[in-house]
């Protein structure tokens, strides 16, 4: 597991919440005042361009005059009010919005590592399905404890009684244009995929992440690739780990757990 990644403490992650909560309150409100101004300004558009087919500009009546050059004006004053008023938000989100994105990426980073830990190391595979292949079930079943979003489709499946094999093989027809792979879990931050060994070499890391990477170069949006094995070579050994991985460049985010009969313990997370 990395070392060098910032641990947040309690202050400054309940800091980090309270910043964007206060941001998305005022881009609610932003958004609330550019869609009601637009549609203003839609509407008296539109009523300025139908007292203009509708009469000959010659023959306009001090009313309809007066009309044209109030709405005109209107629009000159909303359409500089609007920067106006969103002009803080605007910066704010400019400067500070990549810092804070940073920070909560950071503070999930954490939040996942001690849920894996404690999710992996300490609860039992649990079979939901019986009908399904029991691999499948328990690795899907552990990482909806890990990640909401596999959460949110761990309940669905579960609730339409779709084992995790059929789940599998539903999805594999969508993503024909992934390697071989034993499970895709496609949630709203993107895939999940689980790939099964039973002895693992760090050149099977390398080799599935290049091909996965190929995909995801290709439109393939994946989030997180989660290595499972029961047993790893001399090449996992801490100290070697460590510094491989470190030095494995990679986008997406690679999980490597170990399945014994017991149950899971995490090797490395991302």
Known sequence: MPNDEVDFGFEETKSTILDYFLMFQEVKWAVITTIGTSIALILLVIGLFSIILNANLDSLEANQIGFLVFGLGIILVLSLLLPVYNGDLFFKTITKGRRQQRELLAIQSNLIRRSYLMNFELVEPEIVIK????????????????????????????????????????????????????????????????????????????????????????????????????????????????????????????????????????????
């Open 131 to 270: 009908e399904g292949d029991p691999k499948l079930e328990k690795v899907m079943n552990h990482l909806s404890f890990v990640f909401p979003e596999v959460s949110r489709i761990n309940k669905k499946r579960i609730g339409k009684e779709m084992s995790a094999e059929q789940y599998a093989k539903k999805f594999k027809r969508k993503m024909h244009f992934l390697r071989n792979y034993d499970l895709g879990i496609k949630t709203s931050t993107g895939w999940f995929v689980v790939q099964f060994f039973d002895k693992v070499k760090f050149s099977d890391i390398e080799e599935i992440v290049r091909k996965f990477s190929f995909d995801k170069a290709v439109g393939a949006n994946i989030q997180r690739i989660i290595i499972v094995g029961k047993v790893f070579d001399s090449s996992f050994e801490k100290e070697k780990l460590e510094e491989k991985m470190n030095e494995f460049k990679r986008k997406e985010h690679v999980d490597i757990i170990l399945e014994d009969q017991f149950g899971y313990s995490t090797v490395w997370i991302d």
